[in-house]
């Protein structure tokens, strides 16, 4: 499955570009199925292949980067049965906001 698809492409902020303000929308989730974490994507850099977002079920919720590289190489990681990160298809692009995810409305 593709992590990044041109839609999320043609609607994804620029990496480091704050234009959501305090309560971004949310472009894509993100999930790894062999555990709780989960990420809420809002801005992304194509050149570093980075993502800026929300992430859940680590020790504590927060924001953060991630590497669309380092996601993909998990799937080859022994012990993870072939399974890596995986995009909610489900997930409407930009209906949700963090507060939506912070506030038990979104999972």
Do not use: C
Request: net charge neutral; no cysteine.
């Amino acid at each position: 499955m593709k992590l990044l698809t041109k839609e999320i492409l043609s609607k994804v902020h620029p990496l480091y570009a704050d234009k959501g303000g305090s309560d971004p929308l949310i472009v894509a989730k993100y999930f790894d199925p062999l555990t709780s974490y989960r990420f809420y994507m809002l801005e992304y850099g194509p050149d570093e292949r980075i993502a800026f977002g929300y992430v859940t079920g680590m020790a504590y919720d927060e924001y953060g980067t991630v590497s669309l590289d380092e996601w993909e190489r998990l799937k080859g990681v022994k012990g993870r049965m072939g399974l890596g990160i995986e995009r909610d298809r489900q997930f409407p692009i930009n209906e949700h906001r963090i507060s939506d995810v912070t506030q038990g409305r979104v999972q």
